[in-house]
């Protein structure tokens, strides 16, 4: 899977949707699901991330959803 990190210059900082949806179709065409028609993104703050098991992976809290 792919992980895509902005760097905002502030916590009060408002992501678009339209750069959501900008940076979720690049990590769609760098994974395995490129093919797929639809499929869901998760995205979350920094905070609710935590280092997975396995070499690149992560755990995550409080996800918000959108499909591309």
Sequence with gaps: SCHVILQL???KTKISKQTLLHYASICKQRSKLKDNKNIAVIYTEIYNLSKGESV???????VNRLSI
Excluded: A, D, L
């Excluded at 690149?56 to 809290?61: A, D, F, L, R």
């Design 56 to 62: 690149g992976s992560v755990n995550t809290k409080k």
């Design 9 to 11: 210059p502030s916590k």
